[in-house]
C-alpha cells in the first residue's frame, strides 16, 4: 500500500513568484541590452568609502563582528539619525545591521508578525514587501497610490496620493504593521508630513506599528524635505526604521543594511537575524562607518547629480513617447505604455528588451492585482550618463509607437 504523494514545498512559495526585476536583469545580460531595469548605479562608489573597506581588510578585520553590528557603524548610524532627524538612538540596544536592508525588512517582519496578522503595504510597492509579509505568516493589505491625471504635455508634475477613506478602512483589529517606503520605490513619492501625520494617528488609534523603509532618504529632488516616521510625536516607540548603506552610496552588492527599533523589538529583531545571517560582512561595517562619516557636501552632490540624470532620461522617454510620472525622490521613472498598444506590461517589457535592446521593468510587478499595473514600466536612472544616451538611441525606434507592434505570426 503506498501514501499519498506528500509535497516538499511550502504551502508560502505559491503566493507569489521570483523577482521580476532581477529577471530583467537577466534578460539584459542576454540580449545585450541597456539595463534601465535593476537599481543599482553603473559608476564607481567614492574612493574615501572603498579606501576604508582596503584597509579594514589590511587590518585582518576578516572575521565576524558583534552579531548586531560593529561599534564603529552603530554609533555611526545613532550620530547621523541625531543630525537628521533629531531623534535619539542608543547604539547598544536600539540597531540591529543586517545583510543589507532587504534582511532588515525580513527580520523585523518575522520578529514582529504572527499568522492572523494584517500589514497594510502601498501599492505600487518595492516587490519584497508582499513576499516578506507572506514568509513571515502574516497576510499583506493593499492600499492603493494612485497616479496624477494627465496633462497635455505628458509629464506628472503633482504626487502619487491615496484615498484616505481606503487608507482608515484597512486598519482594523488584525492589523499589526503598516509599511511606509518614502521616498517609494517606484513612484518616486515622497509622503508629506500630513500623510504621515495621518498614518501616525491612525498607527496611535489602532495600536499599530509602523516600519518605514528609508533607504532613499538622500536622494530626493525639488526642494522636497524627507520627513522619519521616528520623528513624529508619538511614534518614537511604534516605529521600524529600515536603512542601509545600498543607494547613498552606491554599493548595492556590499550587503550593508540596519533596523532601528525599540529596544524590546531591536531584541527581537536581533534573535531573528542571527538566526539568519549571523552578521553582515565585517571590514564592509568598518567602511559603513566612514561613509556616515562623509560631509555634507557629498549629500549635496548627490542630489546635484542624481536630478540631472533624472532630467536627463525624463525627456528621452516623452521623446519616445512614454507619459511619465516625475519623480520627487529615489532613482526611478514610472511610465504610462498605453499609447504604444501592447496587451500588457511584459509584453511591452520582453519586446523592448528583446528588440530595442532597453530593459525596463514591468509595472504589474509593483502590484498586488497584475492587471493594475498592466499600463506600466519602470525605468533607472541610477546610471552613467553615456549608459542613458545609449538607451536614448535605441529607443528612438520608439519614436512613432505605431513602429513598435508586435510583430504577427505567419500561420
Not at 525639488?222 to 521600524?240: A, P, Q, V
Not at 510587478?365 to 538611441?393: L, W
Amino acid at each position: 500500500m503506498t501514501s499519498s504523494p506528500k509535497s516538499f514545498l511550502s504551502e508560502k512559495v505559491a503566493h507569489f513568484s521570483e523577482s521580476v526585476i532581477r529577471e530583467m536583469s537577466r534578460e539584459a545580460v542576454k540580449y545585450q541590452a541597456v539595463n534601465l531595469a535593476q537599481g543599482f548605479p553603473d559608476f564607481p562608489a567614492p574612493e574615501e568609502i572603498k579606501r576604508a573597506a582596503q584597509e579594514a581588510v589590511g587590518k585582518d578585520i576578516n572575521q565576524y563582528a558583534i552579531t548586531w553590528g560593529s561599534r564603529h557603524l552603530r554609533a555611526a548610524i545613532a550620530r547621523q539619525m541625531q543630525l537628521w532627524q533629531s531623534v535619539t538612538i542608543d547604539p547598544e540596544t536600539e540597531i540591529t545591521v543586517c545583510c543589507g536592508s532587504t534582511e532588515a525588512m525580513m527580520a523585523s517582519l518575522l520578529a514582529t508578525t504572527n499568522p492572523g496578522d494584517e500589514v497594510i503595504i502601498f501599492e505600487p510597492y518595492y516587490e519584497n514587501y508582499g513576499p516578506d509579509t507572506i514568509l513571515s505568516g502574516a497576510k499583506p493589505r493593499f492600499v492603493k497610490l494612485r497616479p496624477p491625471a494627465a496633462r497635455s504635455d505628458h509629464t506628472e508634475d503633482a504626487e502619487w496620493t491615496f484615498d484616505e477613506a481606503e487608507l482608515r478602512a484597512a486598519f482594523h483589529a488584525h492589523t499589526k504593521a503598516i509599511i511606509v517606503n518614502t521616498p517609494n520605490n517606484p513612484t518616486g513619492k515622497v509622503f508629506s508630513r500630513a500623510e504621515l501625520e495621518l498614518i501616525r494617528d491612525l498607527c496611535l488609534q489602532h495600536n499599530v506599528l509602523a516600519i518605514t523603509d528609508e533607504i532613499y532618504e538622500h536622494i530626493i529632488f525639488d526642494n522636497t524635505k524627507h520627513i522619519s516616521m521616528m520623528e513624529l510625536d508619538g511614534m518614537r516607540d511604534r516605529t521600524i526604521v529600515i536603512n542601509g548603506m545600498s543607494k547613498t552610496y552606491s554599493v548595492t552588492g556590499w550587503r550593508v543594511g540596519w533596523a532601528v527599533a525599540p529596544p524590546l523589538i531591536t531584541d527581537a529583531i536581533r534573535k531573528v537575524h542571527d538566526f539568519l545571517t549571523v552578521g553582515a560582512p565585517a571590514p564592509l561595517q568598518e567602511a559603513g562607518a566612514a561613509a556616515l562619516s562623509l560631509p555634507p557636501a557629498y549629500y549635496d552632490d548627490l542630489k546635484a547629480r542624481y536630478l540631472a540624470r533624472r532630467n536627463h532620461l525624463i525627456p528621452i522617454l516623452e521623446q519616445a513617447g512614454f507619459r511619465c510620472f516625475r519623480p520627487r525622490g529615489a532613482y526611478y521613472v514610472m511610465t504610462d505604455i498605453s499609447v504604444f498598444g501592447f496587451p500588457n506590461d511584459r509584453a511591452f517589457a520582453h519586446h523592448l528588451v528583446k528588440e530595442i535592446g532597453v530593459a525596463c521593468v514591468p509595472g504589474s510587478s509593483f502590484y498586488n492585482d497584475p492587471r493594475d499595473g498592466a499600463s506600466q514600466v519602470r525605468f533607472a536612472f541610477c546610471k552613467r550618463p553615456e549608459t542613458i544616451n545609449a538607451a536614448a538611441e535605441r529607443l528612438t525606434k520608439l519614436a512613432q509607437p505605431k513602429l513598435v507592434q508586435p510583430k504577427l505570426r505567419k500561420i
